[in-house]
């Protein structure tokens, strides 16, 4: 499953290089039935109690609290260890009915350090729960995983995909040793991760925040998640909203071609917009903008540039850069500098924040936590977590997410038409998301529990917001994940631009909240029109 960050990750600071389509890890989880969920006993993990202090940091702010809960490692063998999962929370100001918990997408966002930095856009809520965000197993500061510092050269030779057209098995070959790194640096909690388990630490968290039943909005991937939980938990939903819908059925190899079509999309919208601006540094013609635009990756393709970090700014990089800047209308103007600068004066810096949030590039030398094999786990130091660790835990998810597994003959079979594909769907990102498809090679097969199970929820009516200009979870994946969910789905259709509804319209906020805080849902077929946000300030 290819879902992105919501763009509150783009505007801040977990936007690294590489991560968008990227799935190379991961470990199947069995389909879990009710029945199975009741054989072990989980009643020690079902009666904690959060101890809520104030949060480290020196920028954290002042009245956002913290704390931790402990799930098994493995719910079917919960002797066999522990984890601990970072959470955090604002207290609600109104009269408090309970909680709010968000996921704000990724996957491998991580939801502590959001919170902090986007809280203010929830505060709405406060007015009757707590809200409060966490970091999924593998995650931030839930035993974090990594693919070690070498990682990211290993992905830059997927890449090239020529090479991979004229010998695809070296290419495999890049791809096992990369498998063996991150098995190598990410410890025990690596064969659990995924949304199935995850769903099941939310189930946890529910009871140890004190709320018989989950409220939760759920951005991106959180959207699966949520999802996820309808389908093992129906009697323990209360409002769940969905903001930038999931698919639930689609191949990986499909999300890729929907995904290339939808940036190119917005690609073109950015361009539209940017010729009106007689500092577009593409003119002030569309067709011709997008021929340079084009031109323009290639040629730094072909002789890379030096990077702000060190080392050298590919054209492929700045696929990354412009997929990130791209998530949200508010981004629009810093790109254009951004692409000014790069384009008069050779300058990388702008286009690189874009890609790494501001960050030196991940494979820079830093530290790296300890891992401890007998699987009992405690909450990372914050300047513990590796810079890689959004990357590599979408990779692990989103590949213990699914059940397909081509084999290297089939790879090889198929990779020549798949690139026509990709290429038709976006001359410009088709490339970067070919990748997709050997992403998950060699790995052990992925859980067939979301495709085959997640339907037809027996759940209070629960509100799924899908964006018409949503470059990332293309509308059509709301209505059919709407479908697909049954009765209890009733869909908002946002008809604005970027990745999700939430941040960017007022109407939308208007009604998630207004469904979230009452219950109040909007009658179906409803609709919120587009807005024009304001350019942001510089330095947002």
Known sequence: MLAKLSPRHTARRWT???????????????????????????????RQKIAWTACDGA??????????VTVPLDYARPGKGTLELALARYRATGDKRGSVVLNFGGPGGAGVTELAYSGDDFMGLSDGYDVVSFDPRGVGRSSPVSCGDGSYEDSA????????????????????KTADECAKHSGPVLPYIGTVNASRDLDVIRDALGDNKLNY?????????????????PDKVGRLALDGVDTLTEPLTQQGVAGA?????ALEDFLDWCVQDIACPFGQDPRRAREDVERLVRSVDKDPVPSAFGGEFTG?????ALSQGLYSRNLWPSLERALASLVEDGETHGVEAFATGGFAPPGSPEPRPETTPAGDSGLADEEDVPLDNLPAALMAINCADDPDRPTAQQITRELGRLRAAYEEASPVFGRHRLTQVLMCYGRPKGTDFIRD?????????????????DPATPYRWTTQTAKRLGPSAVVLDNKGEGHTGYASSTCVQRKVDAFLLYGSLPASGSSCGPESPEA???GE
């Open 16 to 46: 690294l290089a590489g991560t968008v389509g990227l799935a190379l890890l991961g470990a199947g989880l069995p389909a879990t039935t009710a029945e199975d969920r009741a054989q072990p006993d989980l009643t020690r993990f079902y």
């Open 536 to 538: 942001p300030e510089d």
């Open 453 to 469: 199970e997640v339907k037809d929820v027996d759940t209070p009516r629960m509100l799924l917001v899908g964006t018409r200009g």
């Open 59 to 68: 920028e954290t702010p002042t009245d956002l609290q913290c704390g931790k």
């Open 157 to 176: 030779v997927l890449q090239k995909t020529d090479a991979a057209l004229r010998d695809p098995q070296s290419v495999l070959r890049q791809l096992k």
């Open 217 to 233: 909005l759920g951005f991106s991937y959180g959207t699966r998640l949520g999802a996820v939980y309808a389908a093992q938990f």
């Open 261 to 265: 079509k939808g940036q190119q999309t």
């Open 316 to 320: 492929q990089d700045l696929v990354v």
